[in-house]
């Protein structure tokens, strides 16, 4: 079969860009290309498969990485870094577009901006500023928090959120900055320094969103990290998204993953401090309850101890067993025959005088005892009773203070009497009134006595 | 004869107050120390009244200075009102929490 010899040479564009490819394919070099340059535009798509353009200063060229290629690729690419890609050139049949098909790629040195964090970082970790003896303490409670962010976007609204929900009371001043472009940096480092110099809060919050490389070199800028270091007052960063970070948040005093956790960080939970206060004023009031309802308690025992009953009960178990073995003695003689008690009435005076002697030695003995113990308890009783005194005033004035928060308050003489009649003042006199938060110093004007009291 | 389970001495002892100061650690706390002080010395203040083995006066003196304690904290958390302000070039601070308000919410 023949064709018109005007359509012998024409090719359809499909034969036409497969016929490209054969061309690329028989030259062995540009099927194994290694091409170097810098990666940019990065993405990776749902189904693997990843495109991007690889350039240098002078040209740029398409570049597609399928799924199973992209196993082999022992890094992760990221715009800005410069690699060495393997692969081939091809056209694609349906639409003609040519592409650098990537089946290989290797790291070619880092980035320029990559380069000069290191650089940078190991340059002031050197001099010690990350030191973690460098690091300030942040306020448990901070009077005012500054932030230093941009005015518009999410993180200046996520601060104040978390410290809305966390720490209402709080106080906030934003210096706002540009986060990112030229002369960012420049704006940063200022608003610290200023926070500084005119003392503008007591703790300072320095970040933004997260962000490439690129984006959040202001916060790898050298003289960023040196005003956070000069900085008297605390800096927590909170730059960028958890997996970044910058030479701020090696060099601030606390680093943030986030906004919002440095928020967090800057102030306590008010509902739990509150709780706890709370806690503490309900104890501190059932401990002085409790302690004056076990002295109350020990009076009430002092009161009814035996030790102040009457002191003969304690000689009269002796003068019984007395009593007992006197009567023994005497009817087991009643029980002797007549002349043996004859007999033994010269023994029974021997026996019986130093037992009547003994008797009243003892007896003697025994009251000088109870005499002496019914003396000390005297002065003892008497010491105690000045005691319990004492206590009972301790306990009327203390008693009052628990509920001096209700209204109730104590009024004193000017020589610190506790005044309870009408009776200890006189008209003139100065008196004060002691209220739970502070007292009174008051001049008697009238004194008016009740009637019927 | 004895007295069973109660030592006159140790008595006087407690009522005279002697060993007064032995189990304190913070001295006087005032309106002048943290927050975090102030909750300290208060969380002190309630051992040691709790554990009783202080003298009857220093009980007082120490609730005293619990209630003091504590007001002075419960007015440091009582204020709920917040300020947000953004500070201009010119140093002037204007109030920011409408800015806030109106696009966040």
């Not at chain 1, 303490?137 to 993180?155: D, F, H, K, L, W």
């Not at chain 1, 933004?208 to 070199?217: H, P």
């Not at chain 1, 004023?281 to 002092?302: D, Y």
């Not at chain 1, 009960?313 to 002349?339: G, N, T």
Request: proline letters at 4%.
């Amino acid at each position: 079969m023949t064709k018109p010899s005007a359509v012998a040479d024409v090719m359809t564009v499909g034969e036409f860009n497969r016929r490209i490819n054969l061309l690329f394919e028989q030259d062995p070099e540009m099927q194994r290309a290694r091409v170097q340059g810098e990666i940019s535009d990065f993405k990776r798509y749902p189904s693997g498969h990843s495109y991007f353009t690889l350039k240098d200063d002078e040209a740029a060229v398409s570049c597609v990485l399928f799924r199973g290629s992209a196993g082999r690729v022992n890094f992760s690419p990221q715009s800005g870094m410069k690699v060495i890609a393997v692969g081939k050139p091809n056209v694609y049949d349906k639409t003609g577009r040519f592409q650098f098909i990537v089946s290989g790629m290797e790291q070619a040195g880092l980035g320029d901006l990559y380069l000069a964090f290191e650089q940078l970082k190991k340059k002031l970790a050197a001099e010690g500023l990350f030191a973690q003896e460098r690091k300030l303490a942040i306020p448990y409670i901070p009077q005012r928090i500054v932030a230093i962010t941009s005015e518009a976007g999410a993180v200046i609204r996520d601060i104040i959120h978390v410290l809305e929900r966390r720490y209402p009371g709080f106080n906030l001043l934003l210096i706002p900055v540009p986060v990112q472009g030229k002369g960012a940096e420049l704006q940063i480092a200022a608003a610290i320094r200023q926070a500084n110099a005119e003392n503008l809060g007591d703790v300072i919050i320095v970040g933004r969103g997260g962000g490439s490389l690129e984006d959040l070199q202001a916060f790898n800028e050298e003289i960023v990290a040196r005003a956070i270091a000069e900085s008297q007052i605390p800096v927590i960063s909170a730059v960028g998204h958890e997996t970044d970070y910058t030479i701020v948040d090696f060099v601030s005093d606390l680093r943030a993953p986030t906004p919002s956790a440095a928020a967090e960080l800057a102030v306590p939970h008010k509902a739990r401090l509150l709780e706890r206060q709370e806690q503490l004023s309900s104890a501190l009031e059932l401990s002085v309850l409790r302690r004056l309802e076990s002295e109350r308690k020990r009076l009430r025992q002092l009161r009814e101890r035996p030790v102040l009953m009457q002191a003969a009960e304690f000689v009269a178990p002796q003068r019984r067993q007395l009593d007992f073995l006197r009567q023994q003695l005497l009817s087991e003689m009643r029980r002797l025959p007549r002349e043996a008690r004859n007999q033994l009435l010269p023994l029974q005076h021997r026996l019986s005088r130093p037992l009547e002697q003994k008797h009243a030695r003892e007896s003697k003995k025994l009251e000088l005892l109870s005499s002496r113990l019914v003396n000390i308890i005297r002065s003892r009783t008497a010491t105690q009773r000045s005691l319990f005194e004492r206590l009972l005033v301790s306990l009327d004035a203390l008693s009052p203070l628990a509920i001096l928060a209700r209204g109730y308050n104590l009024t004193y003489t000017e020589d610190k009497q506790l005044i309870s009649s009408v009776s200890e003042v006189t008209r003139g006199d100065t008196i004060s009134v002691r209220l739970q938060d502070g007292s009174l110093l008051c001049d008697v004007r009238e004194i008016i006595l009740e009637a019927g009291k | 004869m004895q007295e069973e389970n109660f030592d006159f001495d140790d008595w006087m002892k407690d009522m005279a107050g002697t060993d007064e100061n032995k189990n304190e650690v913070c001295s006087a706390v005032t309106d002048e120390n943290s927050y975090e002080e102030k909750i300290a010395r208060l969380e002190e203040i309630v051992s040691l009244l709790e554990k009783g083995e202080v003298s009857l006066e220093k009980s007082m003196e120490l609730f005293q200075e619990g209630v003091e304690l504590s007001n002075l904290c419960a007015k440091q958390l009582s204020k709920v009102e917040s300020t947000i302000e953004k500070l201009m070039e010119n140093g002037e601070r204007v109030d920011f929490s409408k800015t806030v308000d109106s696009d966040a919410r």
